[in-house]
């Protein structure tokens, strides 16, 4: 069975998300033949996926009341369609589909359908707008640029070797370790994005990018672990929501602490809610980070949070997100319970200290 790669939600329109995709679908490939034929054998589950994560987006912006969740996303996957040959006015149609779908099934519920209007009606007026931003900055100004640079070249070029012997030497020459994480590995991570967004490189280059600067960051932890830091006596348990793939940051997030002295316990990708708060209490954690890349996301970590709340005292355990949403959105961290949120791994030091002096922090 086909499945998408962005975990759904309990909401009802997520819960159709499947349905209307292929509603939608059929209606797209009548009016475009021509699309479906372009991207033979894989055209009719890309397109699929690709409404499937409209929908979702959609339904988070609604869940969330945060209109930038949906403007913000079309900005993008109209960037990666056109890098794709599917042009704006063929999302444009898409959009206008979902809604007729939406509309249909929620034929009942005037409020609903009022908050899809306005949501639809940012979407098409950003969708006449002329092509979209990146989101990632494309000069960089910070003087480790053309390393992290020279860095990702070697790794296109499948150079593993000679890319880790580069974050190596720079540590070894006197270059804070944190940052190479920061400004040369997160840096070419983003740029690496950039790249498959624009249809550059190839999903399997990505992979691999990403794959060897995994072992590459292990080769860096003697420098993490292997120095004598006091122990501060406090602990972290640090994770990627359920569903969540993306495991560069909050690796980052605890490995930063880590080098502060902290007890860190990094789960990694996608824990499962239940198996997590298993986890909090066996661990009786001071701090639980945890992170998010994708929006809809968000959705289960204000879910994660309010059954931590239901088991913990704020004072007992404190709650600090992070990841690609949090920093675009403002404010969204509170809106959905946590006690911080921090902008990057070196903020998330001082974020986590903040908190347990006591207080907010942001
Ligand atoms: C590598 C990668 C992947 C890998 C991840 C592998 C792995 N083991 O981690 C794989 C192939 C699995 C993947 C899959 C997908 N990806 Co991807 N991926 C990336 C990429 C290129 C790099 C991610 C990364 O390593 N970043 C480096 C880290 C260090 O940076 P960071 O995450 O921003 O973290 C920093 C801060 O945000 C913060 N932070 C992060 N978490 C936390 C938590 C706390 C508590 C705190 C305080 C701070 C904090 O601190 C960190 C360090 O300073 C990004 C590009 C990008 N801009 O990030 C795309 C990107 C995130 N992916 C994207 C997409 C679309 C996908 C897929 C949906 C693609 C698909 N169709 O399958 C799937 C979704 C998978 C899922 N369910 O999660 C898009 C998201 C766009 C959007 N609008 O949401 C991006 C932005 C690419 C792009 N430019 O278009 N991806």
Redesign the pocket.
């Known amino acids: 069975m086909f499945s998408p790669?962005?975990?759904s939600t309990n909401s009802p329109i997520a819960a159709r998300r499947e349905a209307v995709a292929e509603w939608v679908m059929e209606r797209i490939f009548k009016f475009y033949p021509e699309l479906e034929k372009k991207f033979e054998p894989v055209g009719r589950a890309r397109t699929l996926?690709d409404i499937i994560?409209h929908v979702t987006y959609l339904s988070t912006a609604l869940t969330l009341d945060r209109v930038e969740f949906f403007t913000?996303?079309i900005d993008?996957?109209r960037s990666?369609l056109e890098a794709h040959g599917v042009s704006a006015s063929q999302l444009a149609m898409s959009l206008e589909l979902i809604e007729e779908k939406l509309v249909a099934d929620f034929c009942d519920d005037e409020d609903l359908k009022a908050q899809m209007s306005r949501l639809f009606r940012h979407a098409q007026k950003q969708l006449a707008l002329k092509s979209p931003p990146?989101?990632?900055d494309q000069t960089g100004s910070h003087p480790l640029e053309s390393t992290a640079r020279e860095y990702l070249d070697l790794l296109l070029a499948s150079n593993r070797r000679a890319s880790k012997d580069l974050l190596v030497a720079l540590v070894e020459s006197g270059v804070d370790v944190r940052d190479v994480?920061?400004h040369i590995?997160?840096r070419s991570?983003?740029l690496?994005?950039?790249l498959?967004?624009n249809n550059r490189i190839s999903?399997a280059k990505?992979?691999y990018?990403?794959?060897a600067?995994?072992a590459n960051i292990t080769s860096l932890y003697p420098f993490v672990f292997g120095q004598h830091i006091p122990k501060l006596g406090r602990s972290l348990v640090?994770t990627?929501i359920a569903?969540?793939?993306?495991?560069?940051?909050?690796?980052?997030?605890a490995d930063f602490l880590e080098m502060e002295g902290w007890d860190t316990n990094y789960l990694g990708?996608?824990t499962p809610i239940p198996d997590l708060l298993d986890y909090i209490e066996e661990i009786s954690p001071d701090v639980l980070?945890?992170?998010?890349?994708?929006?809809p996301?968000v959705e289960q970590i204000r879910d994660l949070i309010a059954q931590v709340r239901a088991k913990h005292e704020p004072a007992d355990l404190r709650i600090?997100?992070?990841?690609?949403?949090?920093?675009r959105v403002e404010g969204l961290w509170k809106q959905i319970g946590a006690d911080a949120?921090?902008?990057?791994?070196?903020?998330?030091v001082q974020?986590a200290r903040d908190l347990l002096g006591g207080g907010e922090t942001s």
């Open positions: 790669s962005i975990a996926e994560y913000d996303y993008w996957t990666v990146s989101g990632v994480y920061l590995i997160a991570q983003h690496l994005g950039v498959w967004q999903v990505e992979h990018v990403t794959a600067t995994q640090a990627c569903g969540e793939l993306h495991e560069l940051g909050i690796r980052m997030v990708a996608s980070a945890v992170s998010a890349t994708l929006s996301h600090l997100v992070g990841g690609r949403p949090f920093n949120m921090a902008f990057d791994a070196l903020s998330a974020k």
